[in-house]
């Protein structure tokens, strides 16, 4: 990713872009063979010849066309006809972008492939659910991650849907008239380079494709940090249901020995929260003055490379710590059945009520058990139950058992799985 958003990188969009031009206005009669020969044989750049121009002439397009005539000789006067700079530097840019969302594509297809294992090879480890983070009903741990790879799949019709979005160049001309240019050139190019041509662009490509770029990846690197803060809760020492792997060697403090910390979640975290500031900037520079400014071009230098590189990284750091992480079913349900399973207050209501009892009366009596059996130290709700002359009046022992089974539960989760293929 990091050599798409190179220098060298930069000049070669911006070098396929004024061959595709010419290519263009060769099929239109309007360059001779000869000289086309030459652009496509001799056009080549230096960055650092680039950068030793731009110092003089303070004009990064003028310094990169000064050096690629450099190299073609009588030619050059073909290149860049009735064009101008941001014809260059948006159809590049878009190039870019393009080539970074196939890469953060294909880093996404290996994390949701990682999350569809894990679910599928965990549809009936059964776990807790909490809300509020406190205990709620049972679930399953493939339940959960069935979530995660729902997100996942969406973001990748995202990315895709973004691609197309932001896989459009012009070569319209200043103001974005065609007064200069045929606007078969622009078609011609943009065929040449497998872009769409803008519909209708001013001296820039409207800023809104660019601001909808740094917003999915920040939408991705969200959805990595609601799974990164999940690893990070599962993995507290009270809870320990989950645990990112602990490499031979590795250290988790410099004072406590014992320490086992989640820093590849707590970094994916922490990025997200880079990438979300940057979304500010890209709405920022959607409102440019007239038919173009350059306000958003210093913007945009420092957080396109950025954004695309960070959420390329963070995809590949979560892969690497879903297709390490350690799993602990005991610890599930140990946290599970905790206080003598109060946790499955619900089924022990709904059972009341089915023998007759009124819903708020069973709602008290069922509460007050599991309360009793929640602010004391080894509480056993299931025990308070059995103890309890209202319940047992109409609960036999079986029936109570049967309130504490997680079948049902699970009963239904087959819709889900049938959805995701699982």
Same mark, same amino acid.
């Given at each position: ?10 000049? @070669? ?13 060769? %099929?239109? &009669? ?6 086309? #020969?030459?652009?496509? $044989? ?14 003089? /002439? ?9 050096? +690629? ?12 006809? &009735?064009?101008? =700079? ?11 972008? %393009? ?6 594509? %294909?880093?996404?297809? #290996? ?6 294992? +894990? ?9 807790? &659910? ?37 896989? /459009? ?15 078969? /050139? ?9 872009? *769409? ?46 645990? $990112?792997?602990?490499? %031979?060697?590795?250290?988790?403090? =410099? ?28 709405? $920022?520079?959607?409102?440019? !003055? ?19 590189? *960070? ?12 297709? &390490? ?17 109060? /946790? ?22 069922? @509460? ?18 059995? =103890? ?9 022992? $079986? ?17 889900? !799985? ?5």
């Amino acid at each position: 990713m990091s050599q798409i958003w190179t220098d060298r990188a930069k000049y @070669q969009s911006w070098l396929d872009v004024e061959v595709a031009a010419c290519e263009a206005n060769y %099929k239109l &009669g309007r360059i001779p063979q000869e000289a086309m #020969q030459d652009i496509r $044989e001799k056009a080549a750049f230096e960055p650092e010849r680039i950068l030793e121009i731009e110092a003089e /002439v303070r004009h990064d397009v003028i310094a990169f066309l000064t050096n +690629l005539n450099e190299h073609v000789g009588d030619a050059g006067r073909y290149i860049h006809i &009735g064009m101008t =700079s941001s014809d260059v530097l948006d159809t590049g840019l878009a190039l870019q972008m %393009k080539s970074s969302v196939v890469l953060l594509q %294909k880093e996404l297809k #290996q994390l949701q492939d990682s999350i569809q294992k +894990l679910a599928s090879n965990h549809k009936n480890t059964v776990m807790i &659910g909490r809300s509020h983070a406190i205990h709620g009903e049972p679930i399953t741990f493939g339940f959960k991650l069935a979530g995660w790879l729902a997100e996942t799949i969406r973001n990748s019709n995202r990315l895709s849907r973004l691609e197309k979005e932001i896989a /459009v160049g012009q070569i319209s001309g200043a103001m974005g008239t065609y007064a200069n240019t045929d606007p078969q /050139v622009e078609k011609l190019a943009c065929q040449h380079l497998d872009l *769409t041509p803008d519909t209708a662009s001013t001296q820039v490509i409207s800023r809104d494709r660019h601001a909808s770029y740094v917003q999915t990846l920040a939408l991705v690197g969200a959805s990595l940090d609601r799974f990164a803060t999940e690893i990070r809760n599962l993995q507290r020492t009270d809870v320990l249901e989950v645990e $990112e792997s602990f490499a %031979k060697g590795q250290k988790g403090s =410099s004072a406590m020995p014992h320490k086992r910390n989640p820093i590849r979640s707590e970094r994916i975290s922490g990025l997200a929260r880079v990438l979300r500031g940057y979304v500010i900037g890209a709405l $920022e520079n959607v409102a440019l !003055w007239h038919e173009r400014d350059i306000s958003h071009s210093s913007t945009e230098r420092m957080m396109l490379p950025d954004c695309s590189i *960070t959420l390329h990284f963070m995809l590949r750091e979560m892969t690497e710590i879903i297709q &390490g992480l350690g799993i602990y079913p005991q610890n599930m349900l140990r946290n599970m059945n905790i206080y003598g399973g109060v /946790v499955f207050s619900q089924r022990v209501l709904l059972a009341l009520v089915e023998k007759g009892m009124l819903r708020e009366e069973a709602y008290k009596i069922v @509460q007050r058990n599991a309360h009793a059996a929640w602010n004391k130290e080894g509480g056993d709700f299931r025990e308070n139950l059995k =103890s309890d002359q209202a319940v047992s009046s109409l609960l036999s022992s $079986e029936e109570i058992a049967d309130c504490f089974s997680t079948e049902i539960h699970q009963a239904n989760l087959h819709v889900i !799985w049938e959805r995701l293929g699982l």
